[in-house]
């Protein structure tokens, strides 16, 4: 099989203590212990199989998500990025549905260990992966979709200056029902002109401290 060329990946990024990778095998057994001990903190966000959380996210199950990644990655439709923090895995980051052409778009999903949270890790990790697609990744347009009641995820986006742009009303099937979201979106126009966007927030974080 041939597989499509992925500018930009794979690739390791990262700031102060901050990094993100692409996963690895031997992520199955910390991916799952933070995924299981999360389930309140995540599942009501994610849009996952019928099952229960503890099987959905056992070390097995980390093998079949791994391998869809690297194949969705060589497919060029992907950057799969585990997050961490002081080299622990602590979160997921993917840059999805990469539409290259006249379009080069991607839609941003994450998530978080609430354990760290509130600490600046994702929009850390966000400000990276944002700059790397729209250098050496090629795009030009990132779109994030968020539950109207997830306020924490909200916070991150906004921070970062990404543009509230539409309300997408019952947009996708999570915890039981079908749940209306907001589109954020940020082009790479948006960015230049701060020098990119982990420039940007570092100057907010500065600016706050």
């Known amino acids: ?50 099952g229960p959380w503890d099987q959905l996210n056992s070390p097995a199950a980390f093998r079949y998500v791994h391998r869809d990644q690297r194949r969705s990655a060589r497919r060029g439709e992907s950057m799969p990025f585990a997050v961490c923090l002081r080299g622990h895995l602590v979160g997921h980051l993917n840059l999805g549905n ?14 978080i260990d609430s354990r760290v949270a509130g600490q600046g890790v994702i929009p850390t990790a966000l400000a990276l992966a944002v700059d790397h697609a729209f250098g050496p990744g090629g795009l030009h ?4 979709n968020i539950r109207p009641e997830n306020k924490p995820s909200r916070r991150v986006v906004e921070k970062l ?21 907001i589109g954020y979106a940020l082009t790479s126009e948006e960015v230049a002109a701060d020098g990119g966007l982990l420039a940007r927030w570092h100057r907010l974080r500065a600016t706050a401290a």
């Open 1 to 50: 099989m041939i597989f499509a060329v992925t500018p930009g990946w794979p690739v390791v990024l990262a700031d102060g203590h901050v990094s993100l990778r692409p996963y690895r095998r031997s992520d199955a057994g910390t991916w799952s212990e933070v995924r299981r001990a999360n389930q309140d903190w995540l599942a009501p966000w994610e849009s996952s199989p019928p």
């Open 141 to 144: 347009r990132l779109e994030v």
């Open 161 to 181: 200056g990404f543009r509230e742009e539409a309300y997408h009303p019952r947009y996708m099937h999570i915890d039981g029902a079908w749940r209306d979201h």
């Open 98 to 111: 990469i539409v290259r052409r006249a379009f080069c778009s991607a839609y941003v999903g994450y998530w």
